[in-house]
Each structure stands twice: as structure tokens, then as C-alpha cells.
């Protein structure tokens, strides 16, 4: 049975079946039919139920193309964000009768609000929905937690929300921190002097705030103290108020450590952790984050966040890289 699809957008369709019509492979592989391109449209070919299934797969991806107040950032990981959301429970793709896919709950997320307007005029908006419970979290609650792998968007929504409240006059500065200890390296054994020996660590954290506020902004900032980046051994015997206090990669604090750290917290402040439990460099047993998780499970005013890999908002290899250590964390893990 033939059928065709016509995309209102061509955005869309480029979108959707890539440049010179590279993705079609792909979808007609996912769909089971299959697609010929026509201008803006699909011819599309198959059994009735696949073919059925796929217009209102197309139809489904438009409407929540239309409701985006972010679409000109959307790609190929929203469609795939969006379409994962609706797996049936074979956790396959949508299969005919599938009623996951039939659902309106799921696979019709789109973002509410933007998190930041960049100095370059660009919204930035969160990509999934947990990055969206993380920033509302951050906005409503004394100290948030977030806990996932690499490239989930902790670090950067985290600072990209503390310039938000910076620029609204919520907060008056940033405290950004995270353990010089890292892949088994130690400060004593890197050349310069203090700044020059932490900046290397410190690079994710310029590079967020370069991105959000501009280099030039960010350098006056760090000269007049409105942005303070330090190692977490400089937060000893302070009280951070009026600030927005972030502290990255936490797997590489001990319970001590951390405890130091929120304990730090003052008047009007703002408390960021994000860490991945499964990045750790120090010894076996020493992290302290996912006690931290569990101390504080409950308390008011605190909330973790647990981002997964459907969160991973980089290249679509490093969801894929994570996975597959997910699935063989244990082959190398030695037995005693």
C-alpha cells in the first residue's frame, strides 16, 4: 500500500531526513517501509499497519515541531529523544497498536522556558526533560544534586542558570570549584604556580561561562571578584551568601570534603554538585558523592537528579560509548 507524507516545513524535512536525503536509510529501517523522497514529501510504501504508523510518526514529529519555542536548535537528538520516549516495552521502535507511542503523556516533551540568553543574543534551551527538572530544581531549592554520565549537560546548565540569576540580580557572584585530583595526577607534580597548576581543571568551567556570558565579560568578572574559581580546598572557613556555589566533578571529594563544602552555604545563596559515580579517581571506597545522595535523600530544600543516557546531549557516539561500558561494567571488574 502507497501512502505520502508532506512536510509544511522544509526545515523540518531536512531535519528529519537529512542532507540529500542521507537519513532515509534510516528511517526506513526503523518504520519497516519503504521512502521516497518528493520535494517536501514522502512517498511512502509498505504493509498498511507500517505505513499507517509512519505517517503518524511524521505527523507526530511536525506537531511537536510546531509547539518548540526552540526550533532552531532542533536536530536530529530531539527526534530521537522524542521518538525514544515513546518505545513500546520490547524497547524496540513504535510497532502498530503500540500503545506507548498512542499515549499523549509520553514523546511530546518540549521546553517550557529558556535557561540563559547567551551575549551573543542565543537562547539556550534545556534538551530533555531531566535537564529541565535540574534547572527547576536550581531555581527553587537551596542545594541540587545532579547525578549522570559525561556529557549530560550538568556543568553547563548549572552555570549557565547561576549567570541567569547573576543577571537578575538574584545572586551577586559565582563560586565555582571542583577537586584538583584527577586520572591520578596531583598538583605538586604539575609546573607554575597555583592558577597555573588549577587552570587545567578549570577549563570546562570556562568554557560554559565563555559560551554563556563571552570571554570579555568573564575576564572583567574574574577581576572584580563577581566570579571566583577555585580548587575546594580554598572553601574552608568561609561563608559563600548572596552567591550561586557550584562545585563539579564531586566523585572526586571524599565525605569529608564534602561536607566541608555545603557547609559553606550562607544568606540568599544557591548550592550546584554534579558529579558521575562512575568517573571516580580516587581509591576504591574514598568518593564521597552517593553517600552525600543518601545523607541528604529526603531533607527539604535538597534535590538529586539522576540524568541518563537518553540525556547525553553530545555527539550520538558517547551515548553510545556509555552504553556499551554500562553493559560490560562488570567483564573487567576483578573478583576477589
Not at 500503545?99 to 530533555?128: A, L, M, Q, Y
Not at 543577571?167 to 557572584?173: F, N, W
Request: charged share 25%; proline share 4%.
Amino acid at each position: 500500500m502507497d501512502t505520502s507524507f508532506t512536510f509544511s516545513e522544509e526545515s523540518l524535512y531536512q531535519t528529519i531526513c537529512g542532507i540529500g536525503d542521507s537519513q532515509l536509510g534510516l528511517w526506513e529501517s526503523r518504520l519497516k517501509v519503504k521512502l521516497i523522497p518528493r520535494g517536501k514529501s514522502l512517498i511512502i510504501q509498505g504493509e498498511p499497519d507500517y505505513t499507517r504508523l509512519a505517517v503518524e510518526t511524521f505527523q507526530r514529529l511536525e506537531e511537536n515541531f510546531k509547539k518548540r519555542p526552540d526550533k532552531s536548535d532542533f536536530s536530529l537528538f530531539d527526534i530521537d529523544y522524542m521518538m525514544n520516549q515513546a518505545k513500546d516495552a520490547s524497547k524496540g521502535w513504535p510497532t502498530p497498536g503500540s500503545s506507548e507511542f498512542e499515549s499523549d503523556e509520553k514523546g511530546d516533551w518540549t521546553p517550557k522556558d529558556k535557561v540563559v540568553v547567551t551575549f551573543k543574543g542565543k537562547p539556550i534551551f534545556p534538551r530533555t526533560k531531566n535537564q529541565e527538572t535540574f534547572v527547576e530544581s536550581l531555581k527553587k531549592n537551596y542545594i541540587t544534586i545532579a547525578m549522570g554520565p559525561a556529557g549530560t549537560g550538568k556543568t553547563f546548565l548549572s552555570i549557565a542558570t547561576a549567570c541567569r540569576m547573576m543577571q537578575t540580580g538574584e545572586v551577586d557572584r559565582l563560586v565555582l570549584t571542583r577537586p584538583a585530583v584527577e586520572a591520578g595526577e596531583n598538583l605538586g607534580f604539575l609546573p607554575g604556580d597555583l592558577t597555573q597548576k588549577v587552570n587545567p581543571y578549570l577549563r570546562p568551567i570556562y568554557d560554559a561561562l565563555h559560551e554563556c556570558i563571552g570571554f570579555e565579560k568573564t575576564t572583567e568578572y574574574l577581576q572584580v571578584g563577581k566570579i571566583e574559581i577555585a580548587p575546594i580546598a580554598f572553601m574552608r572557613g568561609r561563608t559563600l551568601s548572596h552567591s550561586f556555589i557550584i562545585l563539579d566533578e564531586a566523585q572526586n571529594c571524599t565525605l569529608p570534603q564534602l561536607k566541608m563544602f555545603l557547609t559553606r552555604f550562607g544568606k540568599n545563596s544557591k548550592m550546584a554538585i554534579s558529579g558521575d559515580a562512575t568517573q571516580i579517581d580516587l581509591a576504591h571506597g574514598r568518593s564521597g558523592l552517593e553517600k552525600t545522595v543518601h545523607t541528604l535523600k529526603g531533607l527539604n530544600g535538597v534535590e538529586t537528579i539522576f540524568f541518563g543516557r537518553e540525556d547525553i546531549t553530545r555527539h550520538h557516539i558517547v551515548e553510545a560509548i556509555v552504553r556499551r561500558f554500562e553493559e560490560n561494567e562488570g567483564l573487567f571488574t576483578k573478583k576477589t
